[in-house]
């Protein structure tokens, strides 16, 4: 075998290698059912907290939200989803005792009524 092809194979080897070694991005889904008594005001506070977390806590790499717009009516009353993104596992265990997270947690108090978390590793499809 020629210097070239062997480069080649080595250098491919340690790419693919490199491919399967890293982590796959972890996902945080947070579901988010209100007190009945909670006003549109309190809500939106949440709403614009959840969101600020991503400029305090690093580890995070991108939030997404929405409300529940299903026709299904399987919501459960959950209205609120949130999608954090996460680099890999350490980087969520940084965020879950971090204390801009614990500080959002605390303000929750009084408004909501449930909470349902989900953590995963994304796969594809």
């Not at 070239?4 to 070694?21: E, N």
């Not at 939106?44 to 959840?50: H, I, L, M, P, S």
């Amino acid at each position: 075998m020629n210097r070239t092809l062997t480069f080649i194979m080595i250098f491919l080897g340690m790419t693919v290698g490199a491919a399967f070694a890293a982590e796959a991005p972890y996902r945080h889904v947070v579901l988010l059912k209100f007190k009945d008594g909670a006003t549109a005001t309190q809500i939106e506070a949440v709403e614009r907290a959840f969101l600020a977390l991503k400029g305090k806590i690093p580890a995070i790499q991108s939030v997404e939200w929405g409300t529940n717009v299903s026709p299904e009516g399987l919501g459960h009353g959950f209205t609120h989803c949130f999608f954090v993104t996460f680099k890999s596992k350490a980087e969520l265990e940084q965020y879950l005792p971090h204390p801009e997270h614990k500080k959002f947690g605390a303000m929750l108090q009084g408004v909501l009524d449930n909470v349902l978390v989900v953590d995963y590793v994304a796969k594809g499809g």
